[in-house]
């Protein structure tokens, strides 16, 4: 009889999965509920709050990391439970000013409200976590939810690439540099930086999601295509087919651009402004892996209509190949073609390939979630966009109300230049 191993087996710890975003009175937005799935997206004008969202999206992650550390720490500590609680509020504000860049949390209240409420919800396995946080004047107030379930957060659990990424891309060696001269311990003494930053010469710092930012290119170390497993490819080809060419980056951090014909190699510097936007998504394709989470801020910037249909075809295969994916946008055209992924599930694999997709390329209609902020009096308010079994959108409020406008506008015209009769 054989002999059975005395050691147990550890038992497999569960990654939680962000499930749902709420904010109320929370900077532009007065009421937003986004349900996050395998590909979100947030639509809305400008000033809307789609930012504000996406950010949020972080500082959930910062409170997994939280929760992650206080389920080890509080087996250990002796910290009386009151002290325990007050540094972690303190900790949760400290964090919550960081990515905002706010001196502090009353400047993230609705100029029409004098609290704001922000929330999470996520997947453990079979439990469901709730965290709860409220902002009043320059507190804040949390609820961490109570976990009967072990659990470990991923380093790459999430990757946040933002709007000013192509600026950055362009110039990222000196703002390389800046970082990392503000994010260590000065040199100088308190007492004599004090007296320093007084005679004018504030240490300028980047903001929050910038330094993140900057930290996710230190990380990338160098990267090859060929490199890369088998689902980054897969992905990385609808990207490639955007910018027409392929991208790596040395050891010494210089990125080059490599077109596809001729297969001549030119700094990311020299390259076109298409191919700078797409190069951190490109590039950080590398941390991407199952239940990680990309965070893309207009993703469509600076890409031709044909290059933004590509890049939703690249978070479509990162989905299949159980990445997630939340972008922010004003391009009706990537919503559009997203909504079109999910009517091919409804065809066959054989359909599929003579539409010039891949076989296993397709979004089901419980993985897509479409939410636009809607401009109201006391803030923005998000409206759920369905989306039917055959990729049908129901409505894209301000875009179709442009789109409206411009048609009147074309028709009185040519009513004007005596093209078309008057219409009565």
């Known amino acids: 009889m054989p002999q059975r191993s005395s050691r147990r087996r550890k038992k497999k710890k569960a990654v939680p999965i962000l499930t749902s975003i709420y904010a109320k009175n929370f900077g532009p937005i ?11 997206i947030i639509m809305g004008p400008n000033n809307s709050g789609k930012t504000f969202l996406a950010t949020l999206a972080l500082f959930a992650q910062n409170i997994l990391e939280l929760m992650e550390f206080l389920e080890r720490f509080r087996q250990k500590t002796t910290i009386p439970k009151r002290l325990l609680n007050k540094s972690i509020q303190e900790s949760i504000k400290r964090r919550l000013c960081e990515l905002y860049t706010v001196e502090e949390p009353s400047e993230l209240i609705n100029a029409q409200a004098n609290e704001a409420k922000i929330g999470f919800t996520f997947r453990l396995g079979k439990e469901v976590l709730e965290f709860k946080a409220s902002v009043i004047k320059n507190n804040v107030i949390a609820e961490i939810p109570k976990i009967g379930t072990q659990f470990y957060v991923p380093r790459w659990n999430i990757v946040y690439i933002p709007a000013e990424r192509a600026g950055i ?31 004018g010469g504030k240490l300028i710092s980047p903001p929050g999601l910038v330094k993140i930012f900057l930290d996710e290119i230190l990380s990338i170390g160098t990267f090859t295509p060929s490199e890369t497993s088998s689902a980054q490819k897969y992905a990385l080809e609808m990207l490639q087919k955007a910018i027409g060419g392929k991208l790596f ?9 490599e077109e596809q014909i001729p297969k001549v190699q030119i700094p990311l510097e020299r390259s076109s402004s298409s191919v700078s936007e797409v190069a951190s998504i490109y590039l950080m394709t590398k941390f991407l892996s199952k239940n990680s989470l990309l965070v893309v801020e207009e993703p469509e910037s600076h890409l031709h209509p044909r290059g933004q249909m590509m890049i939703a075809r690249y978070f479509a295969r990162l989905v299949r190949k159980n990445a997630r994916v939340l972008i922010t946008t004003h391009s009706d055209l990537l919503a559009l073609k997203a909504a079109q ?21 397709y979004l089901k209609s419980n993985e897509l979630s479409i939410c636009f902020l809607e401009p109201m009096e006391r803030g923005s308010v998000s409206k759920q966009i369905k989306v039917s079994p055959t990729g049908e959108v129901e409505d894209l409020p301000t875009y179709s109300t442009v789109v409206e406008e411009m048609y009147g506008e074309a028709v009185k015209l040519l009513e004007l230049h005596r093209k078309i009769s008057k219409l009565s």
Not at 30 to 40: C, E, G, L, S
Request: aromatic share 12%.
């Open 169 to 199: 891309m362009r110039t990222y060696r000196q703002l390389l540099r800046l970082h990392l001269e503000t994010r260590w311990p000065h040199p100088l003494k308190e007492e004599f930086l004090k007296k320093y930053e007084a005679l």
């Open 249 to 257: 980056m040395r050891e010494d951090l210089s990125i080059m651009y």
């Open 30 to 40: 007065y009421d937003a509920r986004i349900p996050v799935r395998n590909f979100t």
């Open 341 to 361: 992924l999910v009517g091919l599930s409804g065809i066959s694999e054989e359909e599929r390939i003579k539409l010039n997709y891949d076989k296993d390329e």
